[in-house]
């Protein structure tokens, strides 16, 4: 374990920044919900972070090597939960991406996300080339293509699409050479027309028409995306003040403290509570690179580019969802929307995150 | 552990390549933002100031209650529910001042209601979200719905919905058994997460215990409307439809029904009659006297009339079949009967001589008859009810022994029939003596429990369970009132789900033992100066038992009925018929009535004309083929 003059050392920065996001995460999720008829909503997300903190303890404190060693073992457990969910789906004729322990339930997926990134940055710790090879290509491909594939035939594709970030940074930092380039292309290519035919389910393909024009059908699945648009528009420069929002607190947005929660940003604070949270979230990364840069060793590095990649990938992909620039997903808001789960996913990265920055100058 | 070298440089390129990425990516999320909200905010606030959404509960009709043969006691009517849209009338209120104290003011004149009451109506709903339509007045007539309609344009935050309202079709008729229904309460909120502020469920009876079943799910749709409130369009995708509840048929008939409740109503007696099938439990009339009207209830009740249902000193919610404990007097002697033939203590030949009184442990124990009986044996005993000859089974058997074959009669315990508040009762026990009342058990009490007296209480409930076991040969069935279930599954089509027969207990009793206690209680119906003689009816072999509770120890000869009402002994008649393969019981129970055979035993009498009605024409031969069989089987 490590000593208090250690515990100093902790990036306040960095975890005061989470901290303040989530902080303004409760606000928001309370001026969400006051005037519906579930009003114990931000009382629950207040006790998931105290929750979620109290457990990143063991995420900062024990040593990530220890977890890396422990990855294959991880992202076995992952898999396995994954498996089960599919199976006992298939048992019950039911979609599921839930387990149930007793009164509390949550999304193996969400863990599964962590436990890929732990088991990807194991891999590059013996992997100095700088350029992945063929045999390289498929070790990350198994590692992530497993968990992925278990997702989507759950089938929960927007769950399965949160893993992309985890595959482009494997490729970018792993180093991909110019040929292999021109074959994923290719791939994708060919992929994409398939799999609209093939994979997607009619509201699927509804909800991507409906994203490359939103004003064709705005009671249909545009509906949201206008709302959300309206809210965030009607707030204009200043925002009409905490608690006073219309669109949110009169229900017309659906999913206000979930997935739309920067809506209720926009709208009640307006575009300086906006330019502040992005600021803040761009400050956050900006740190936790930092700490790549730094770290002791190539897993480290790793580990906190594969987290970082998740998420800007949820804040990138959320933001511009708000404002229609890409499809609706349920793709949460990192800190700031509602959830059990994914509030304790992205608390547990950004501890895995401080564990490397506190070891960066600790002899092993 | 491997430090890397090589590639340090490399990766740091990378890092910076992917930060920059992030920067510029940031940047264009905010530039995007500044596009809707710094130069299109205008046009979104136009928007946002014409977007009107409102959510409108479809509510699901409660599922049917009807009698064993598809007769409808409760159904759901229509009724008129003036309903508000809150966050309108506040938007009203901003463009035009003093709308909001027009509306009321006209609401109170229309609606004949104080403008303070309205007031107090519309803050009432403060927790529901303020675009959703809450009820303000409920069950308006005609001619204010009319009102209303004609004002629709001058106050469009008002409108009126129909909504389903529970009806009950004979009002008080099987009144215990139904129950009636009412708004959530804090309390149910909390039991079901499911459930919101003002939801209707059941409260008592069958609408209670069955609540899962009934209710069904309210579906709701999503209507855009314009600033004057008038539907645009819905948007249909999220549309949710209601899901009905499902019918529950029950084992109730409901001539019989009506025919016992009658009686009561008719001589003004309070009390409560069960007839069910000893052969599965089934209830096929239960009646307390006086009954409830469930309209009343099922209504938001004005305080003046909780005031009235209050006070009321017969107590109308009492379910006397299930919740009025009370000593059972001679009907327990069967009990005693049995519990003494299967322990061996007597046998059928048996006899002991009743010189009108007798001296157990010291006290002196009268019998009811002063003159005595002479020798009597057990069938004669049960026929004229002679209390010296079970004071002596007492003796034998000892309060323990008793008390462990009455519960297995369910006498002391809960019979799980389907409606909540069941009573136990009390079984005493020396156990119960010195654990309960920190005492010693008094041998002589035992003697007083011997004829249903001291302080063993029972339910009429169980006294029918105790009928239907010496009737169907020692089974005790759980007592039930729901039959079938009704529901419809995914493609519309009625699916029928019974309610099985459930076995409680098998009492321990040999059949010959049980044939003598059979034998017993016909000849108290049938044959002269049987206790229960008035309540015979000529082809039909009726085996009964009839039974007079002390209401206050009598130290002087009184004639009951001589004495003022609330001192005046309860009455008693347990039966079952016909004699052999019986399939009716009927136990009939009447407050302060004075001697079971002349108050109790008529009703029971009419309850099986009723039923039996077809076959007594037929000729009056009660044994059908079926049992006929029966009856050779055994011999062999």
């Not at chain 2, 007031?119 to 303000?136: F, G, M, Q, S, W």
């Not at chain 2, 459930?502 to 017993?520: F, N, P, T, W």
């Not at chain 2, 009839?546 to 000869?557: F, K, L, N």
Request: net charge neutral.
């Amino acid at each position: 374990m490590l000593g208090s003059r250690t515990v100093l050392r902790l990036d306040f920065n960095l975890f005061g920044t989470a901290i303040l996001l989530a902080v303004i995460g409760c606000i928001l999720i309370y001026s969400a919900t006051w005037a519906s008829a579930d009003t114990s909503v931000v009382q629950r997300q207040i006790i998931w972070l105290v929750a979620g903190i109290a457990l990143s303890m063991v995420f900062i404190f024990v040593d990530y090597h220890v977890f890396l060693d422990m990855s294959g073992v991880l992202w076995g457990i992952g898999v396995a939960l994954l498996l089960y969910l599919w199976l006992w789906g298939k048992a019950t004729a039911n979609v599921h991406s839930w387990i149930h322990l007793g009164p509390v339930q949550f999304q193996p997926s969400e863990f599964a996300k962590i436990f890929t990134a732990l088991a990807l940055a194991k891999y590059f710790e013996s992997n100095d080339r700088a350029y992945l090879d063929l045999k390289g290509l498929l070790m990350i491909g198994t590692t992530i293509g497993i968990p992925v594939a278990l997702i989507v035939i759950q089938p929960d594709f927007g769950t399965a699409a949160t893993f992309l970030p985890l595959i482009a940074a494997a490729m970018f930092f792993g180093g991909i050479k110019p040929r292999y380039w021109v074959i994923a292309v290719m791939i994708v290519l060919i992929a994409l027309p398939t799999a609209w035919m093939f994979l997607l389910k009619p509201y699927q393909q509804e909800r991507i028409k409906t994203f490359l024009d939103p004003e064709r059908d705005p009671l249909g699945s545009g509906y949201q995306v206008m709302q959300a648009k309206i809210a965030i528009g009607s707030g204009g420069i200043t925002g009409k003040g905490f608690r006073e929002g219309t669109q949110a607190s009169l229900e017309f947005l659906p999913a206000r403290h979930t997935d739309f929660i920067f809506a209720v940003l926009g709208e009640e604070f307006g575009f300086i509570g906006v330019f502040v949270v992005l600021g803040l979230y761009l400050f956050l990364l900006v740190q936790c690179l930092q700490v790549a840069r730094e770290a002791r060793d190539r897993s480290g590095a790793f580990l906190v580019i594969c987290l970082v990649s998740f998420i800007v990938f949820h804040v990138f992909i959320n933001v511009a969802m708000q404002i229609g620039l890409v499809p609706t997903t349920g793709i949460p808001l990192p800190f700031l929307s509602y959830g059990g789960s994914s509030t304790l996913m992205f608390l547990f990265a950004i501890a895995l995150i401080l564990n490397v920055d506190l070891r960066k100058l600790v002899n092993v | 552990m491997k430090v890397y070298r090589d590639d340090q440089r490399l990766l740091n390129f990378r890092i910076n390549v992917f930060m920059w990425l992030i920067i510029l990516g940031i940047a264009v999320l905010a530039g995007s933002f500044w596009y809707v909200q710094g130069v299109h905010a205008e046009r979104f606030r136009g928007l946002s100031e014409s977007n009107r959404l409102r959510e409108i509960s479809i509510p699901a009709q409660r599922g049917l209650i009807l009698d064993r043969n598809g007769k409808i006691f409760v159904d759901n009517r229509p009724s008129y529910t003036l309903m508000l849209v809150r966050s309108d009338l506040a938007r009203l209120e901003q463009s035009d001042p003093g709308h909001r104290e027009q509306m009321i003011a006209f609401l109170s004149a229309a609606l004949d209601l104080p403008a303070s009451d309205i007031e107090k109506r519309i803050t009432r709903h403060d927790e529901v979200p303020r675009n959703r339509a809450v009820p303000l007045v409920e069950e308006l007539n005609i001619q204010q719905v009319s009102e209303v309609e004609a004002h629709r344009l001058s106050f469009p935050a008002l409108s009126v919905t129909t909504v389903p309202r529970r009806h009950y079709r004979y009002s008080t008729m099987a009144a215990h058994v139904l129950g009636y229904i009412g708004e959530s309460t804090p309390e149910d909120l909390d039991r079901d997460p499911d459930l919101q502020m003002g939801d209707i469920l059941g409260k008592k009876g069958i609408e209670l215990v069955y609540d899962d079943y009934l209710r069904g799910i309210d579906g709701n749709r999503l209507m855009i409307v314009d600033s004057h409130g008038q539907f645009l369009s819905e948007i249909e995708d999220t549309r949710l439809e209601a899901v009905s509840g499902e019918n529950l048929y029950l084992t109730i008939d409901f001539d019989l029904q009506r025919r016992a409740e009658q009686y009561f109503f008719e001589n003004e007696m309070v009390g409560t009659a069960v007839a069910l099938d000893p052969r599965n439990g089934e209830i096929l009339a239960l009646v307390s006297s006086p009954a409830f009207d469930p309209n009343v209830y099922s209504k938001r009740l004005a305080p003046e009339t909780w005031r009235l249902i209050l006070s009321n000193s017969f107590k109308v919610e009492l379910n006397r079949a299930i919740q009025g404990l009370y000593s059972p007097g001679s009907v327990f002697k069967p009990v005693m009967a049995m519990a003494a033939l299967e322990k061996g203590v007597i046998t059928a030949d048996t006899s002991f001589n009743c010189r009108g009184q007798q001296t157990f442990f010291g006290r002196s124990f009268r019998c009811w008859k002063r003159g005595g009986h002479g020798d009597v044996k057990l069938e004669e005993a049960l026929k004229i009810s002679c209390d010296i000859y079970f004071y002596n089974l007492g003796a034998l058997l000892g309060v323990d022994t008793i008390a462990s074959y009455a519960k297995s009669l369910t006498f002391g315990e809960r019979a799980r029939i389907d409606l909540a508040g069941e009573k136990p009762g009390l079984v005493p026990t020396t156990a119960w003596a010195r654990d309960v009342q920190k005492r010693s058990w008094y041998p002589s009490e035992t003697i007083s429990v011997s004829i249903g007296q001291g302080p063993l209480l029972v339910n009429p409930l169980q006294v029918a369970n105790m009928m239907a076991a010496i009737a169907n040969g020692g089974v005790v069935y759980r007592p039930h009132l729901v039959r079938e279930i009704e529901s419809k599954d995914k493609d519309g089509r009625l699916v029928h789900r019974e309610i099985q027969q459930e076995v409680l207990h098998k009492i321990e009793i040999d059949q010959k033992a049980l044939e003598v206690v059979r034998s017993g209680l016909w000849r108290a119906v049938n044959e002269i100066h049987g206790t229960a003689w008035s309540a015979r009816v000529p082809g039909l072999d009726i085996a009964g038992k009839t039974g007079t509770a002390q209401v206050i120890t009598q130290e002087t000869w009184t004639k009951s009925q001589d004495l003022p009402y609330r001192f005046r002994d309860h009455a008693w008649f347990a039966s079952f018929a016909p004699k052999d393969n019986p399939e009716l019981v009927v136990v009939v129970f009447v407050e302060h009535g004075g001697h079971g055979g002349s108050e109790a035993a008529p009703l029971a009498t009419e309850i099986y004309r009723a039923w039996f009605s077809e076959r007594l024409a037929r000729g009056g031969n009660l044994a059908t083929r079926e049992s006929l069989s029966n009856r050779e089987e055994r011999v062999q």
